[in-house]
């Protein structure tokens, strides 16, 4: 069954703790990408990656680290210093390197800081 | 300045009933334009994709259409189904800028409900 899979769908998060969410894709595509998605607005890039090993900041990437050891895999941490991190996550991925390739999104985290 | 605006930002309908949902945008250059639904709490699924040369396309009981010269795109649902209760989602990607460039311009939505 090939796909994005996101983890875990509801995470919980204290001020000043930092959190790691999960995005793997078994579609054997070479672009990830984070966005944000808050009410009234529409998707924000927060990292992309294009290839192993190699990732770009996006339009909000403060506050957030990620990494691409392997090329399934694209992990996102939301640090302390992140101020209003309570959001849905969405990880995405595509084909090709471009932007202009279509991206398949996975179900998304929802993070709320208490 | 890249845009992507969607109208109306919410609309409820009967079952059965058809509807039309509208993307205007003033990306430059333009490459290509789609269309997601996004049900609530989930990621945005894939209903069409359009480049510059394409005026329609449909998906089911989904149609899509475009025009590139005023930079307007509607997306048509015919005989509504409650199950058709998401955001609509337009998106449009600029043409291929420098290697890594964002050239992705998301609309923020058509929140659309189905009522029996």
């Known amino acids: 069954d090939g796909g994005i899979t996101q983890s875990p769908k509801y995470l919980f998060r204290k001020e000043g703790q930092n959190v790691t969410l999960s995005c793997e894709q078994n579609?054997?595509?070479?672009?990830m990408y984070w966005y944000r998605q808050d009410p009234g607005q529409g998707l924000r890039l927060i990292y992309y990656s294009q290839i192993v090993n190699d990732f770009q900041k996006g339009d909000i990437a403060e506050g957030y680290s990620v990494s691409r050891e392997k090329k399934e895999s694209f992990p996102l941490t939301v640090t302390s210093a992140q101020k209003n991190p309570t959001a849905f996550y969405l990880c995405?991925?595509?084909?090709?390197?471009?932007?202009?390739?279509?991206?398949?999104f996975g179900p998304g985290t929802r993070l709320t800081v208490l | 300045k890249n845009q992507v605006e969607q109208s109306p930002q919410s609309l409820i309908i009967l079952e059965g009933k058809n509807c039309t949902l509208q993307?205007?945008?003033?990306?430059?250059?333009?490459?290509?334009l789609r269309w997601y639904k996004q049900d609530t709490g989930r990621g945005p699924v894939s209903l069409t994709i359009m480049t510059f040369s394409e005026n329609t396309k449909s998906n089911g009981r989904y149609t899509a259409t475009l025009d590139a010269d005023t930079k307007q795109s509607s997306l048509h649902i015919t005989a509504s189904q409650l199950s058709d209760s998401a955001s609509y989602i337009c998106v449009v990607s600029a043409g291929p800028g420098k290697t890594g460039a964002n050239n992705l311009f998301f609309g923020t939505g058509t929140r659309l409900t189905v009522i029996p």
């Open positions: 579609l054997n595509h070479d672009a």
């Open positions: 993307c205007n945008y003033t990306v430059s250059p333009f490459s290509n």
């Open positions: 995405a991925s595509s084909q090709g390197q471009g932007f202009y390739n279509e991206q398949f």
